[in-house]
């Protein structure tokens, strides 16, 4: 691997070169200037060994390394951030269990899209709420019917629209 760096290394260089001289530039003075662009060839050969993933493994493996040997040397604090840790994750799962339930998923009937909330509101109070006497005159209908009425009068129940 190291030759085949300082082989391409090489031929970069004396690319730059030959591109320089025949821009007009005196052979030195090229390859003084193609050297000054480059930088310094160990600095690149760092950089191209830098850049592949086997030093991006190494990089993890160091660094849990280093995570092990702290959480050795203070157990308190291991524990409370493994304690917060599963504390997070726990309410991470419970929060998308619920919304995943009530948002994500479709409802489990036919034509969810046509679906009604049936309410009235308190004049007074100015509360919304369930209007008892609607939903039991649609829960007495078929589900091909839809109910509404009036607080003290008997609901009405008319059949649903053609489409």
């Known amino acids: 691997m190291e030759s085949e760096l300082d082989a391409e290394l ?3 260089l004396e690319t730059a070169v030959e591109e320089k001289v025949r821009s007009g530039m005196g052979r030195d003075d090229a390859i003084r200037a193609a050297r000054m662009e480059l930088g310094s060839i160990e600095a690149v050969k760092d950089r191209v060994r830098d850049a592949g993933w086997e030093s991006v493994l190494e990089t993890c493996w160091q660094d849990v390394r280093y995570a092990a040997r702290i959480l050795r040397k203070s157990p308190g604090f291991a524990a409370a951030a493994v304690g917060s840790s599963a504390l997070g994750i726990g309410a991470c799962s419970v929060i998308f269990a ?9 409802l ?4 969810a899209g046509r679906l009604l909330s ?6 007074r109070t100015r509360e919304a709420g369930q209007a008892r006497h609607q939903y039991d005159a649609s829960a007495e209908g078929s589900r091909d019917e839809h109910a509404y009425g009036r607080p003290g009068r008997k609901a009405q129940v008319l059949p649903r629209e053609p489409q």
Do not use: C, G, Q, T
């Open 108 to 111: 489990p009937v036919e034509e």
């Open 118 to 123: 049936v309410s009235e509101i308190d004049r």
């Open 98 to 106: 619920i919304l995943n339930f009530a948002m994500f998923r479709p």
């Open 10 to 12: 090489r031929a970069f």
